[in-house]
């Protein structure tokens, strides 16, 4: 369920990239930019290795990869996730 829901997020995300993609009553936030997600620098492990020098060229040449597959390490991610979400409310 973990990585439906972030294969979800990332997906929203693919398509949420240019202003006519949002409702009218829900417009983008320039300061949030829709990018897939954890970005390289927030988990580098994430990445498999041939994409993660070219993160936003890969965005461009495959924007409609919605499930971005062979971009990630996904059991990184699932760790990542876990560390990300269930450790911090721990505290």
């Not at 294969?7 to 990018?35: C, G, S, V």
């Not at 919605?66 to 269930?86: A, C, I, M, P, R």
Request: proline letters at 9%; charged letters at 20%; aromatic letters at 16%.
């Amino acid at each position: 369920a973990v990585l439906w829901m972030w294969r979800a997020h990332n997906a929203i995300n693919m398509k949420l990239q240019t202003f006519e993609d949002y409702a009218p009553d829900y417009p983008p936030d320039p300061a949030r930019a829709k990018e897939l997600w954890p970005t390289p620098s927030l988990c580098p492990t994430c990445w498999n290795h041939s994409h993660r020098l070219s993160y936003s060229a890969w965005q461009s040449l495959h924007p409609h990869n919605h499930y971005q597959e062979g971009l990630w390490n996904e059991s990184e991610v699932l760790k990542f996730l876990v560390d990300h979400f269930y450790a911090s409310t721990s505290k």
